[in-house]
């Protein structure tokens, strides 16, 4: 009797040894897959979608620590949750790429002729004998110089994006632009509007009729 619970014992092991390694190759052939699906997305994703990633890595860190423990169904079952995570941070890079790729073609479009209409601005008010009411030779000066500024910036911005990092070009782009509708309120110039407006009318960097040109 000993002799037959002996074997019965050893045979059910055999059997849930058999099972759980059975399991063990699924799990790691997943955990393999997964790894490679957030290889092949992370380094697009670090450029537009940084913030989601890392909690694609946590997700993976945690499903080889499953497996480690042993349980290699919840370590499959983990790790294609991963790998869908990864196939959706291919999506939100593409898309935020797009996002950003059509807010420079706006900035590009826009920043020179705003530029361009603050240094005319600029120098009719130089030659100017009498600054309309507002306006001093203070702040005519603190525009000259922030003029200056967003140049500067601008010209940073178009090397960012020659250099490929988009994100950073419509950074650097949105603060220029940014500087340059303060510098045009200070000499009572026209804001552009935003994009999208229902005019739809381009801006011409006019002076208000009120302005007091």
């Known amino acids: 009797m000993k002799r037959i619970l ?8 055999a059997a849930a040894l058999g099972a759980c390694s059975s399991g063990k190759a699924p799990a790691e052939q997943a955990i393999k897959a997964a790894e490679e699906a957030l290889n092949a997305a992370k380094a697009e994703a670090m450029k537009y979608v940084p913030d989601q990633v890392k909690s694609v890595e946590d997700a993976l860190k945690a499903a080889k620590d499953t497996f480690t423990k042993g349980d290699y169904a919840g370590a499959a079952t983990a790790a294609a949750g991963v790998s869908a995570k990864a196939k959706d941070l291919v999506a939100a890079a593409a898309a935020k790429k797009a996002e950003l790729a059509k807010d420079w073609q706006e900035l590009s479009a826009g920043m020179p002729k705003m530029i361009a209409d603050i240094q005319s601005r600029v120098a009719t008010l130089s030659k100017s004998k009498k600054l309309p009411k507002g306006l001093d030779k203070a702040k005519l000066e603190g525009a000259k110089s922030g003029l200056v500024e967003i140049g500067n910036s601008w010209d940073e911005a178009s090397k960012a994006f020659q250099g490929g990092s988009l994100a950073d070009a419509v950074a650097k782009g949105k603060g220029a632009k940014a500087k340059a ?18 005019s739809g009318r ?12």
């Open 6 to 13: 002996s074997i019965t014992v050893a045979l059910l092991f």
């Open 181 to 198: 509708g303060e510098i045009m309120s200070t000499l009572g110039m026209s804001p552009p509007p935003a994009a999208g407006t229902p």
């Open 202 to 213: 381009a801006f011409t960097g006019e002076t208000p009729a009120s302005g007091g040109r």
